[in-house]
């Protein structure tokens, strides 16, 4: 049913803003708020045996200013940042956190300080640091890219239409950042 597929939402200029229901997509191109650029495989069901297209990709028809997305810090965040595997051990199982430098040490609840960890390594290691315990990081915890990319990546296994909007709007960010430097 294509009302449960989902719509991809441009700014004005072609940048990523968020992922919409195909409801709210329709709704915001009838009212002339978007225009559709990509359309889906399964078309909407209307009144007897009208049909509508279902806009996959639609643009908005003015700017909206907005923030630079961040990733909140969570459990979740963090599990698939850290690809859900132990960053000691390399194990999938029984995962937990783990702060790099402990807090009773003044280490901090940030994304550089916590890492996935599996039960045992986070008990073995225990209060002290990885140096400490003879232990080392798979790789060094960091704070997650907020690159449209990343944020919908896993969308793009479902729809493939977005996959130039999503990767030509890192190319054009890439591309201002070199400029700019």
């Known amino acids: 049913m294509a009302i449960q597929r989902r719509s991809l939402v441009l700014n004005q200029n072609y940048e990523p803003l968020n992922v919409c229901s195909v409801r709210r997509a329709v709704v915001l191109v009838f009212r002339g708020a978007a225009e559709v650029l990509e359309i889906g495989d399964e078309p909407l069901r209307g009144v007897g045996s009208t049909r509508y297209d279902t806009p996959s990709v639609i643009r908005l028809q003015h700017f909206v200013r907005r923030p ?6 969570t459990r979740r965040e963090i599990f698939a940042r850290d690809g859900n595997r132990c960053q000691y051990c390399g194990r999938r199982s029984e995962l937990t956190l783990d702060h790099v430098n402990p807090r009773h040490r003044g280490g901090p609840h940030t994304w550089e300080n916590l890492t996935t960890a599996c039960r045992a390594c986070n ?5 002290r640091t990885p140096e400490e315990a003879n232990m080392t990081l798979a790789r060094r915890p960091c704070r997650p890219s907020a690159h449209p990319a990343e944020l919908f990546a896993t969308y793009l296994e479902c729809y493939n239409e977005w996959t130039p909007f ?7 960010e890439e591309a201002s950042t070199a400029v700019a430097s």
Not at 68 to 73: A, D, E, N, S, T
Not at 123 to 127: A, D, I, L, P, R
Not at 166 to 172: D, L, M, N, S, Y
Request: proline residues 6%; charged residues 20%.
């Open 68 to 73: 630079m997305p961040q990733i909140r810090l």
């Open 123 to 127: 008990h073995g290691k225990g209060g």
């Open 166 to 172: 999503i990767a030509g709007w890192r190319r054009h």
